[in-house]
């Protein structure tokens, strides 16, 4: 991991997703036209939330492309690579990211470990999927504006960000999370699809 996971959770993951996109294969990176930032939880636990980083490359992108409709296998993660990219946050691979993880989300008063009634308990997990849902929008930004994935692949590029259990809110969290011109092409897609 590229710091010792002391400090406060978004400088963390700001440190690590950097070493992330450095560890991006360089043969693949001139072909990378999307960062893609996929959430998901161990085990469907709210408390174990999760980013993985990767990208979408033109090779991937050409052998999924159908002619009716092009735009899909470019900007549909369901066409995208999605297996064998680093994880950040509180999964087993990110011991680091996990214990500012639980720290931040127990200061924040979100953390439960039972007992809690149910409506609680449902109100918790929303905010522990909102917090972490922010927390990578806002990774995305960082990156952004720290200029950290022009100088790791060589260009600005844009960042994606799904939860495959949210269909359709890739275009509101991808819209959040880049500067305008580096998505136009995306949202131009989902508004013709209806999505934007």
Known sequence: MVTDGTGDLR????????????RFPAELRTEIYALSFRIWRVDDDKRR??????YNTERQYEAERRL?????????????LLDGFEMLGNCPEDPAGGALYVEEVRELGLWFDGGA?????DAKHELLGLHFADACIQLARDLHAGGRIERALGRPLPVVVF???CPGWEVEATEAANPPALIER??????AEGEG
Do not use: K
Not at 11 to 22: F, H, I, M, P
Not at 49 to 54: E, F, L
Not at 117 to 121: G, M, W
Not at 186 to 191: G, M
């Open 68 to 80: 009716a409709d092009p735009g899909e296998a470019r900007w549909h993660y369901a066409y995208w």
């Open 117 to 121: 009634e149910d409506a609680e308990l």
């Open 186 to 191: 995306f949202l131009a897609w989902q508004r």
């Open 163 to 165: 939860d495959m259990y």
């Open 49 to 54: 939330p999760y980013v993985a980083i990767g």
């Open 11 to 22: 400088a963390y993951l700001l440190d690590a997703s950097t070493g992330v996109l450095e």
